[in-house]
């Protein structure tokens, strides 16, 4: 009598209130109080430094410095071309690093297009000159 366990298949109703506890949203994510804030030579516009491109110059090129190592004076800029464009225009870099003259912004530039292809800036305005022309077939 009463020998059957009635275990062959579990009682699913506890399932639901032992997976409801989520790690939540992403809140915080930011944490402004531990990254320092720093002007970018581009647009002059403060950021975190985690959103900045640390930049030095070296025989008189500008090079990248995503990691930060690179001893001596460095320059902060957003990996945005525009704000590239914008540091160019005012020869910012030469002011901010205090070497005299020009300094070719190849590197950087090229960084900005390998690693900044992603960042999603689709609204400014000017150069929008990249339509996707993939038909879908
Ligand atoms: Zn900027």
Known sequence: MSGSRRGDHPPGGGLHSATAHDPGPVAARRAP???PVRTCVG????????DLLRVVAEHGALVPDPRR???GRGAWLHPDPECLH???RRSAFPRAL?????LDTTAVRAHLAGAGAVTGARDTPGSVIEESKVDPS
Do not use: H, K, L, W
Not at 43 to 50: K, M, P, V
Not at 98 to 102: A, D, M, S, T
């Open 69 to 71: 190592r690179f001893p």
């Open 98 to 102: 205090r070497v005299p003259g020009p």
């Open 86 to 88: 914008r540091a160019e």
């Open 43 to 50: 647009c002059r516009t403060r950021s975190q430094a985690d």
């Open 33 to 35: 109080e531990n990254s």
